[in-house]
Structure formats: C-alpha cells, structure tokens
C-alpha cells in the first residue's frame, strides 16, 4: 500500500510504502470492541464506596422494646431498612481490569489502524517541525483540515511541535510506544509521521 507523504505547510514530501499486514487489514468491529472494552475498564478508577451497617453513626441503643409495641423487633437504626441506614451489598473500592491476551491487544491496534487507512482517514507525515509557537501551528492545522486528529510520532517526541500543540482542541500527540486503539478511533483523523510508521512496523512484527 503507498500512500503520499505531506509536510505540515500542506506541501508534498514524497510517498511511502505501508505493510499490509498492518495497514491493509479489513477491520474486525469485534476485536476493536475487545481491546477498547479492556482499555476503558482498566483504567476505570473504583473508587466508589457507600457505608455498611457497620460504619455508619447512629447510636447504637435499642430503638424501642422487644415486645407490646404491635411492630417488628428492631435493634439498630443501622439496619439498611432504615433511612440513613447502612447499605446493603453496595459498591466498594475494586479494580475493573480484566486480562486480555497480548495477541488480541496487538491484533486490535492493526485493526485500529487498517481501519483508518480503509476510511481514508489516514495522513503520512513528513516530520513534525515547529518553532513552539501554538498560532503558527493551529493555522497550519487549520488549512490542512484536521479538526479532531492524533499525531503519533517515533520513539521521541519533537518538544517545540508538544508545546505548541498543547493548546490546540483536538489535537493530541503521542509517541509510537503509546499508540493505542481507543486513542486511534476516538479521533476522526490518524496522522503518523514517517519515523512513527517505522516504528510501528517495528512493534508489531
């Protein structure tokens, strides 16, 4: 697969051949559910807790005697009937990670990025080059046409093209290494650049 190679002022660098088997792929929806359904449990916080019978404060004398009253026998007003009562079997602090096997995770970045190559929504880049200054470089982006894009650079990020970046809505960057497929479908357009090709090619062999 060859694809045209751009530099970032919209003019033309070349062209450059993809591997098939990453780029060429006809996605599968259920690998991608997979891997995206392990990303997002993962990093789910879980931090959600609600107060047992036992750590509620209320006091813990009889509400009323044993007999005669023509109601229920009651001891605590902790008791999760009650209102302001302890709750039963509610959620406590847990991890929501679940395993998935590395050939699937590696299998659905393939598949993330033949997708976008598929939908024609996948951008070569020559090198990302930038002064840091952000208004050079949204203008830049501007009349490219990219509103919601990732960038995946090589194994180093350029630190000017970062600064600049950081203020513009839509766009992320990130290195090869943290190439992922929920990053990758989130955004409406994948541009990689030549050095983030290679080393991508070189992770997923």
């Known amino acids: 697969m060859k694809l ?19 780029f060429g792929l006809d996605p599968r929806a259920d690998i991608l559910h ?3 359904r392990w990303q997002r449990n993962k990093a789910q916080a879980g931090t959600h807790k609600v107060k047992t019978r036992s750590e509620v404060s209320y ?10 009253t023509g109601g229920a026998r009651h001891g605590s007003r902790k ?12 959620p406590t602090p847990r991890s929501h990670a679940h395993d998935l096997p590395k050939k699937v995770r590696r299998l659905g970045l393939m598949h993330a ?14 090198a990302l080059d930038s002064d840091g200054k952000t208004a050079a470089l949204a203008k830049q982006i501007s009349s490219l046409g990219w509103k919601r894009a990732l960038i995946i650079d090589g194994a180093e990020l350029n630190e000017g093209f970062v600064k600049a970046a950081a203020n ?3 766009l992320d960057v990130l290195p090869s290494i943290g190439a992922n497929v ?3 479908l989130k955004r409406d357009t994948l541009v990689i650049t030549k050095a983030g090709v290679e080393a ?4 997923l062999k």
């Open 4 to 22: 045209d190679v751009i530099k970032l002022d919209g003019g033309n660098a070349g062209s450059v051949e993809l591997d098939e088997a990453l």
């Open 34 to 36: 997979r891997v995206v």
């Open 59 to 68: 006091s813990t004398k009889k509400i009323y005697r044993q007999k005669g």
């Open 79 to 90: 008791a999760p009937i009650f209102r302001k009562g302890g709750i039963y079997k509610g």
């Open 113 to 126: 990025l033949s997708a976008k190559a598929k939908a024609g929504n996948l951008v070569i880049l020559d």
């Open 168 to 170: 513009i809505d839509g």
């Open 182 to 184: 929920y990053d990758i």
């Open 200 to 203: 991508l090619e070189a992770r």
